[in-house]
């Protein structure tokens, strides 16, 4: 079985070594006060099991768990705990668990604040999930969705329910962010974009098959107002609070989250939402049953700071808070937030751009403009944004703009002015703003920036910019719409649109990425982590997440291709020659994203089960996204077809077994960089997060394919079943080797990591750009952990490392992963004699 301890363990005087205790003395009564201030740790997973409950005072690292209905509900959770727990985890991170819409994968469509979900097992079951996990020293850390609401089904959410049945009169009209302006565009009415055609409404009628009357289209039910029936369903309808509208016509007049329909936005600035929608999160915190809270886009709410604010005071000082924030480049997180940071994607940027070779750069682009026509290089990407999100701003996200321009026009003072010239202003400028959200303390001055170069480039809109400059200026209604929809128009037009039309390096194309940035310098690499270990030692790291676009080892393998650029563009070219495809951004994309996925043990990919739907459907997904040759609004059949048949064509044909030899081929280096990257996440600054499944391989691509279930049964197995160290094969029994050493030894000596000191470590020699390493410690000492990756292997196939040494600080190391001792100056390719990262102890 695993052993955490057979490499030596931490004694109860700093560098000495212990053995392995046969049994421990009771425990005396818990001192809370005592409790808050200390923590005892427990190395050995067997003892654990037999120990009195252990209350963690802090988060040492997080498990993410997709829960669902039909795969993995509370009581699935508890079964899977005493694995976690062998596994070294010391929070479960639990998706969203309030109730949502009737067989919800997810859970972000909440249609009942109120209540815990009574399909993943209530609270009765979330109460015995939390009492597991507290028996064996862990916790619970809850995921929170404060922004919206599903509304799909309105029979399922009451709240939205009583406002459709009673309008403005209903007590919950004020809990949702509803336009009833007389020129709203639907008469004053709640306007409810589900009329999939023109011939729709004949097909309304009237259900009187329970207790109400209700409207029926199709499968959806609308309620019937007191008083209002009695009719046929078309003048029923007219007679209504609310008015069904066609999804195409461009009419919405409630907030959604970013422009999806079926997800309604809530006031949380109103005290008595936040009181009904924290009700459950209150009493949590009261028992004592979770500890810490990520929250769900916050930048889609009114004021996130004070609502970040009340929620800390909710939830107490000393429970975790993490957002989902995602930061532009070079974006600072607002340290005026009360809150421990970011869900990690700034550091899934720097753990995943460390590896990429920038030598690749130049051929990569060429390859791009080759073959699609475009670099993908920086300047691509910016002219690129811009037109995108103008056309989000005039097409899908028309509703918002409409109502934040008569915003301005109100708060500016302007009544009479030119609506379509302030729009045209309102646009412009949030076409031009670099970050998702502007009203963040650090960021005070872009909007004044970004104002003054929309000017210089168009005079004409010198005009309409006062008024915007005049509405913003009074940080009333105008100003809160500004910023939200500011984050809507980045989201549907850079995550949802733009990183499906690049093609130059897809594994760059990342939520909070920037893909015209290729790769990162080793020191670029350590300031990043210096500073996040001063200024955000809790925040949350992770590699990968239920929204990322490619799982991690997926990611890692395609980042190896900008070490062989060459290779890759000559084989691209031929396979194209060999494969014409139906479009060439297209191919240059897919490709990318196959050769990630494609097994790399010799299979063809049509004998892996499964494999060809899923490349399917994730190509139908990106052309659709890019919106290019095809959309979700106006899909073309002709060319999605020609796309399938493409993709069939080179499933089936010669160059699916070029990808399967190229994937074959360089294995051994993509491994070494998924390797790599997890150790460096797992002891750096930060408290690393592992997505449910990646402490093995996983070939997920973008969502629903990374919410896929998992088999715990298989990794509890492997994981007893270690006794040496795996070599790199395609068992990922190796990377599960890592992932259990770091995440023992971060429970083992928690003082070197969060809170700890952050070194950087520089090789001498050959091949010193070649590997990444740092020192971690308790804060004001020396390092007691030396954490060090290969990069950029390729190169080394042909010399190994030669000359190349790393410098030890003094005292002797041995290396959790091997059981290797070193001492003074190391030959790197001692170091690495059986695994491309180093794990050491002093």
Wanted: glycine fraction near 8%; aromatic fraction near 8%.
């Amino acid at each position: 079985m695993f052993d955490p301890h057979r490499r030596g363990r931490r004694g109860v005087s700093r560098g000495r070594v212990a053995p392995r205790p046969q049994s421990l003395p009771a425990r005396p009564a818990p001192n809370h006060l005592a409790e808050t201030m200390t923590e005892t740790y427990v190395t050995d997973p067997l003892t654990l099991l037999h120990r009195a409950p252990i209350r963690p005072s802090t988060v040492r690292s997080t498990y993410r768990l997709q829960l669902r209905p039909d795969a993995l509900t509370f009581a699935d959770a508890r079964a899977i705990a005493e694995y976690l727990q062998q596994l070294g985890i010391s929070h479960l991170y639990l998706s969203p668990i309030l109730t949502a819409t009737h067989g919800s994968t997810h859970g972000y469509d909440v249609t009942d604040p109120t209540t815990v979900s009574a399909a993943l097992g209530g609270p009765t079951g979330l109460k015995a999930l939390s009492d597991e996990v507290r028996s064996r020293g862990m916790g619970l850390i809850v995921d929170l969705v404060p922004n919206h609401v599903g509304v799909a089904d309105p029979r399922q959410n009451p709240w939205w329910w009583d406002v459709l049945r009673n309008g403005q009169k209903s007590k919950y009209a004020r809990y949702f962010d509803i336009d009833w302006s007389p020129g709203n565009g639907a008469g004053g009415r709640l306007a409810l974009p589900v009329l999939q055609n023109e011939n729709d409404p004949a097909a309304l009628t009237v259900d009187r098959s329970g207790p109400e009357p209700m409207l029926a289209l199709h499968d959806l039910r609308f309620p019937i107002a007191p008083g209002t029936d009695g009719d046929n369903a078309l003048r029923i309808h007219d007679r209504q609070h609310y008015r069904l509208v066609s999804w195409k016509a461009g009419v919405c007049t409630y907030r959604r989250f970013f422009a999806v329909n079926s997800l309604a936005a809530i006031r949380q600035e109103d005290p008595e939402v936040f009181e009904a929608t924290h009700r459950e999160l209150a009493a949590w915190c009261e028992h004592d049953l979770i500890d810490g809270v990520r929250v769900d886009h916050p930048d889609g709410l009114s004021h996130p700071s004070a609502y970040l604010t009340r929620l800390r005071r909710l939830i107490g000082p000393q429970r975790l808070l993490l957002v989902e924030k995602i930061l532009a480049n070079r974006e600072p997180l607002d340290a005026t937030l009360p809150v421990d940071g970011t869900t990690g994607y700034d550091a899934l940027a720097d753990l995943g751009g460390v590896l990429i070779d920038p030598a690749g750069e130049a051929t990569m682009t060429e390859l791009s403009q080759h073959v699609a026509g475009h670099g993908s290089d920086r300047a691509w990407f910016g002219e690129t944004e811009h037109r995108i999100k103008r056309a989000v701003a005039e097409t899908i996200l028309a509703p918002e703009i409409r109502r934040l321009v008569a915003a301005i026009k109100r708060d500016g003072n302007a009544g009479s002015f030119d609506t379509l010239a302030v729009s045209n202003a309102t646009i412009e400028v949030l076409a031009f703003m670099p970050v998702y959200r502007v009203d963040y303390a650090p960021l005070a001055g872009i909007t004044a920036a970004v104002v003054a170069e929309v000017e210089k480039r168009n005079a004409e809109l010198t005009a309409p910019l006062s008024v915007l400059v005049t509405a913003l200026a009074k940080g009333r209604e105008a100003a809160t719409r500004f910023s939200q929809v500011c984050g809507a128009i980045t989201a549907k037009s850079v995550e949802d649109t733009m990183f499906y039309q690049g093609a130059r390096l897809v594994s760059l194309q990342e939520v909070g990425g920037n893909p015209a940035r290729f790769g990162h310098s080793v020191n670029d690499f350590h300031l990043s982590n210096s500073e996040r270990s001063q200024r955000w030692p809790a925040t949350m790291t992770t590699l990968s997440t239920h929204d990322t676009k490619r799982g991690e080892d997926v990611r890692a393998r395609i980042g190896v291709l900008s070490q062989v650029a060459d290779i890759w563009s000559q084989r691209v070219r031929g396979w194209l020659e060999t494969t014409p495809a139906p479009d060439g951004a297209t191919a240059l994309f897919l490709l990318q994203n196959m050769f990630g996925v494609w097994p790399a043990d010799g299979r063809p990919a049509s004998s892996v089960p499964g494999l060809r739907d899923r490349l399917h459907l994730f190509a139908e997904k990106s052309i659709r996204e890019a919106g290019v040759k095809t959309s979700w609004e106006e899909p073309d059949a002709q060319f999605e077809a020609a796309v399938h048949g493409w993709l069939d064509a080179v499933i089936d044909g010669p160059v699916g077994t070029g990808i399967g030899d190229l994937a074959h081929e360089l294995a051994p280096h993509a491994w070494s960089d998924a390797v790599a990257q997890k150790l460096l996440q797992l002891c750096g600054p930060g408290i690393p997060d592992i997505y449910q499944g990646t402490e093995l391989w996983e070939d997920s691509l973008v969502d629903p394919d990374n919410r896929r279930p998992v088999n715990f049964a298989v990794r509890a197995g492997l994981l007893q079943s270690l006794t040496e160290p795996p070599t790199l094969d395609t068992t990922g029994a190796a990377k599960m080797w890592v992932v259990a050493y770091a995440l023992w030894l971060r429970r083992e000596r928690p003082e070197c990591f969060v809170g700890g000191i952050y070194l950087p470590l520089y090789a001498v020699g050959e091949h010193a750009q070649r590997l990444v390493a740092y020192g971690r410690g308790p804060a004001g000492e020396a390092p007691e952990v030396i954490v060090a990756a290969t990069r950029h292997s390729v190169g080394l196939a042909a010399t190994g490392w030669l000359d190349t040494t790393l410098q030890l600080p003094e005292g002797n190391w041995i290396d959790r992963l091997t059981g290797n001792t070193f001492a003074g100056s190391v030959r790197i390719d001692k170091l690495f004699a059986r695994l491309p990262v180093a794990l050491l102890v002093r």
